[in-house]
């Protein structure tokens, strides 16, 4: 009796908790404008400059690592190894970025752009593949800065010996408190954003400034610098070539573009722009990007130089003290501890907001592609679930790299670079068909800088590839599953019938309602005539019963929900046919059904013949292109739908 007595609290609090999991937050796009927004919200928004500091925590925090990983990389050609990173980013990346907004300016990035040019199923198969990329930019995104954020906190003097070999833990802390922040409820905050930019990028300068006058007054560190780069590469012709097989190493610091063109719903249009030519919205993308690459470029040049001269080489080895924080080392060196702390706390709230941003990133990036595809359980369209999900991934990323940040920078680097390259490739693709051939031979040239790059990285560091392949098998897998899980629902988002089709229905209603399932094949007199001859003799039908005949044309069998046009004709002088075109032909006969019955309050029959061959192979026929065994699918879809046998409409086999 107590533990009857018990249960309904205990149902109760599973039920609360329960709805409070799958409630989920407001969707980032009801805060976005997004591509069926009115008219009247293409306008309103951000100006360009605050939103760049949205994504600039994202880029600049990069600083915080960025100049380490390249001295560990480059050695004493750290400084030229990134101006060749400069003017790929200046002359590469930009470009490429500035026209994915023009191109795509909804926040749908590159992969909307290659969605585009590719259909079935390998366009889908494509698309999952960059998500899982994309994914792995974000995740890494997330335990990348957060490692760095915690290696600032070990190698504060202050904390140093009570934080000893506190990395993981505190890293694995940084990640759950992120995780908290989204369960309890987030929304991206510019005004944030803008403090902790200009705070961070203020420190900065003041750290760059300082280390430019020791550089100054200190001349012999230049020569010692330009006396080690001629010893060890000899000319100037050798340490370029160095540098650029040295470059891939340093693609951390392109992070940050497809963040850009993400956040680009936040960015105020003009007073006239419309979501089908959002012109000023564009424009301050435009800036936006520009504006984050020159000064992301100047920091990283000077950076990488005075880091270079003025930090001991054994200093940015794993263990050092200038390791994932070269920076913040010059900080607490020539500023004093009092400054290095205060640096530290800034780059330590930057690079746990830029782990906010990846978060944010992948709950608004996923929701875009997997719903439509059909691709994404229930419960993923809540955000707390999906929040769990990524931050146990997260969790066990940190645990396999033991949140080392070197450990990191390749899988990092892989997402960044194999999203930077498929834009690459689709503004190639675009500017082709635009027959614009300056254009289409200066982003193939670009295409080929940034997959050598991104080739060299991988064979250099496979550890991006081979965690992006988890989350490609991991996404497609689900995906897959899910797909097969809904299956059986109605997937159709409405149904328009035609004047014609509508006086069909309308006639019919005054009898009984029969329709006949058909498979349009040479469509002439002969074809109709048996097969109405054959229904009647199959379910044992008077002559004088009326029918009119429902036709499915398969359209992208890959699609997953669309809405349902329905086309009226008369064949041969005597024949009333209903055309559809769908993904689907069950769903569709379903959804006809149910219109029918809703709109004229009877109850419609259908008549289907069976199909012969293997009910599996049927079911793969239906899962894979929309065909197969129509007619139990067809029931099924009807008895998912609709629960209640006496309002279901009837289906018959003969």
Known sequence: MAASAGSPPRAAA??????????????????????????????????????????????????GYQPGIAALAAGALSPVATLVLVLVTLAGALPVYRRVARESPHGQGSIAMLERLLSFWQGKLFVLTLLGFAATDFLITITLSAADAATHLVENPHLT????????????????????????????AIGVAIVLVGLYLGLNVVVVVAGVWHVATAPHVVTDWSHALTTEHGSALAMVGVALLVFPKLALGLSGFETGVAVMPHIEGDPDDTEERPTGRIRGAKKLLTTAAVIMSVFLIITSF???LLIPEPAFRPGGPANGRALAYLAHEYLGSAFGTVYD????????????????????????????????PHWARAVRPMVLVFILVAFLVTWLFDADVDAQGGAYATGVLVL????????????????????TIGFAVISVVFLYTTVANVVERPDGVKIGACFIAGIILLSFLSRLARAFELRVTSVVLDEKAERFIRDAAHRKIRFIANEP???DLTEYRDKLQQIRTDNDLPVDDDFIFVEVTVGDPSEFESE??????????????L?????????????????????????????????????????LRFFLFGQGEVAPVTREVLREAEPDRDRRPRVHVG
């Open 521 to 523: 094949d040479q469509r």
């Open 420 to 439: 930077i390259s498929s834009a690459a490739i689709a503004v190639t693709i675009t500017a082709r068909r635009a027959r614009e051939r300056g254009w």
């Open 345 to 376: 706390v800034s780059t330590i709230a930057i690079l746990w907001f830029a782990g906010a941003s990846a978060m944010a990133g992948l709950l608004n990036l996923m929701p875009q592609y997997l719903p439509r595809y059909g691709m994404a």
């Open 306 to 308: 005075i880091t270079t």
């Open 579 to 619: 055309a559809l075109e769908s993904s689907t032909i069950s769903n569709a006969l379903a959804a006809l059904l149910l219109h029918v019955r809703d709109a004229t309050g009877a109850r419609p029959h259908i008549y289907f013949e069976w199909t012969e061959g293997n009910p599996f192979a049927q079911f």
């Open 161 to 188: 010996s009570a934080l000893h070999n506190g990395q993981l833990v505190i890293t694995l802390i940084l990640i759950a408190l992120l995780g908290a922040v989204f369960l309890k409820g987030f929304l991206e």
């Open 564 to 577: 349902l046009r329905v086309r009226g004709e008369v064949m041969h002088g005597r024949f009333r046919v």
């Open 14 to 63: 599973r039920h609360r908790l329960r709805a409070w999991m799958l409630e989920g937050l407001a969707d980032m796009a009801k805060h976005h404008p997004g591509p069926h927004a009115g008219a009247q919200s293409a306008h309103r928004g951000q100006r360009w400059w605050r939103v760049m500091c949205l994504t600039g925590v994202d880029y600049f925090s990069t600083l």
